[in-house]
């Protein structure tokens, strides 16, 4: 069984569909969504409808459950809060009903799929072998599944010390018997210096995770996000991937 695993696209509609068409043509048995369909970008409607129309399993990030009111958008910077703000005037009530039924947390074919983490699922980043650690000291999972950095990243469980692991865009990445978090980066905001779209493909039968990149054409979601009046930082970022 191959699972597909699209995190992250913030509306940003160029950059899903780039990564659907590559979805395509490997082929997974299913795709799930680690969330924050929405936010930062400026294609929420057309996100949600493309997101709800392939992933067998959705999940809300912090920003869709901003959006929704179920997070304070207070605790976001001003840039965040201004596209929280734009996004919930843009959205139809039936897109805004669609996200408020998703939830930051899930379990799936045995796998534990977080927005966040598995222990914090709306609001913890897994950035460093510490958060890692301790989630896996927190929490019962085998093989985790996190979006919410917008970095790709692998973190494995071996003997009591979390080794992290780059993974290498297009190579894959062997899981083997260790209890793992792995992140596939973001689809819409990558935050990695690499602003190609990202993506992962986990193989249950082999344990191995592979992330891929892809090229879109970001100055369309660019001239779109000034079109709207969305900050004109959110623009420039998708290009330093940052
Ligand atoms: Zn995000």
Known sequence: MLIGFVSDPHANLPALEA???????VSPDMVVCLGDLVGYGPFPNETVAAVTAEATQILAGNHDLAVTGEIDPETF????KAAIDWTASALTPDNTALLRGFEPTAIFRDHMLAHGSPRRPADEYIVSVNEAHENFKDSHFETAFVGHTHQPAAFLLRDDDVVSLRPVPGE???????????NPGSVGQPRDGDPRASWGVWDEESRNFTVRK?????EQT?????????PELLAWRLGEGR
């Open 19 to 25: 990564v659907l068409k590559d979805v395509r043509t």
């Open 172 to 182: 894959e990445l062997a899981v083997g018997s260790s209890r793992a978090i792995l």
């Open 77 to 80: 910077n001003s840039y965040a």
């Open 214 to 218: 892809v090229e879109y054409p970001i």
């Open 222 to 230: 660019q001239a779109a996000i000034l079109q709207a009046g969305l």
